[in-house]
């Protein structure tokens, strides 16, 4: 299999933009990161971002299974019993924040007229799985009977989720549906990291992609999975039935070695009986939407994402 050739917008950004700007990783790759101890305390640092007027943005604290449980929370400045949105950021479940995606919360908050509550889960290689997805599923049992308290309505809730968060998302949909949980309403799944036995064709032969390669995916999957073999809430491929699931949107970016396991995982959805939207973004790298948001790919994938949640919870 060839690797697609990077679109024309995002390889000049690549090409142009420097380290510091972009949050380190993309160019210095996780293998270096993880050898460079001041690079990758970067990463985790919560950056000052700044706040649209239009949004209330605070923090909670909630009980979680290893502690308090911090709960960002973005709310626009009009409208109430808005539906709400569980927000799992990335980061190869090794770094990220709520801060480092706050563009990204705020955009779906304004534009999709929706409460966004976006989970500061706990991190591998210190808290490897299940940490993160006990988190994850924590944060949506307290959305269930907190909602209000924030403004939201406990009967519109969305979970969504961006590469490891995306693993983490369609996690809890799955636990959700399995233990009877509270109900989701649609399920958004951002290049989702999806199979910790790395076996898609795209993950096997994109060796040498921008941002993430298979390497950097080894890595993120040996710190999180402790190498063992992950059950479905760990690598939701594993799932032998996803029937019962709430309506699905997934994006996939071509030039991305997540890209063949996030069709795959879309192509079952919909087998399953699933209503399920796939769009492969062309010629994208993986984080394409929060590292070059103002590519015009990215700027059409950000709409698509807006106006699927929009649609699904203002029906």
Known sequence: MSVPPVDSEIQALL??????????????????????????????????????ERAKVHDLFIPGPGGQLRLRVYRPATGHDLPVILYLHSGAFTYGSPEAEEGHALRYALDAEAVVVSVDYRLAPEHPYPAATDDAYAALTWLAGHAAEIGG????????GVSAGGNLAASTVLRARDLGGPEV?????????????MTSASMREFTDTPVLDRDAAE??????????????????????????????????????????????????????GVTTELIQAPGAVHGFDLLFPTARVSERNLADQVRALHEALHP
């Open 15 to 52: 090409e142009t933009t420097d380290a510091t700007d972009a949050g380190v990783f993309p160019f210095y790759g996780l293998a270096s990161v993880l050898a460079e101890p001041a690079l990758y305390a970067r990463l985790r640092e919560h950056p000052d971002t700044p706040v649209d």
């Open 153 to 160: 309505d406990p009967g519109r809730i969305a979970v969504a």
């Open 185 to 197: 309403v649609f399920q958004v799944l951002i290049y989702p990291a999806l199979d910790s036995g």
């Open 219 to 272: 890595w993120a999957w040996r710190h999180y999975a402790g190498g063992r073999d992950l059950p479905p809430y760990g690598s939701p491929v594993q799932a032998a039935d996803l029937s019962g699931l709430p309506p699905a949107f997934v994006v996939v970016a071509e030039v991305d070695p997540l890209r063949d396991e996030g069709r795959r995982y879309a192509e079952r959805l919909s087998a399953a």
